[in-house]
């Protein structure tokens, strides 16, 4: 798994070469499969990420 920040955005890159980028903003979950927010033909496998909570809201 990968932690990130929220708010942080992350450049996947797959074995074949190919690529995505995302922004961990405004999920409604701590903990996300990469294959959930993947396109389509990226092979992200059994990765996950783990996002931390917003700073700007008090839990």
């Known amino acids: 798994s990968v932690n990130v920040q929220y708010g942080e955005t992350v ?5 074949d070469g190919k690529q995505f980028s995302w922004t961990f903003n405004g ?3 701590r903990l996300v499969q990469v294959a ?5 033909d990226f ?3 059994q990765a996950t990420v783990v ?3 917003d700073p700007q ?3």
């Open 11 to 15: 450049l996947f890159k797959g074995a």
């Open 27 to 29: 999920l409604d979950q």
């Open 36 to 40: 959930e927010i993947a396109p389509r």
């Open 43 to 45: 092979s992200a496998g």
């Open 51 to 53: 996002i931390g909570r």
């Open 57 to 59: 809201i008090s839990y």
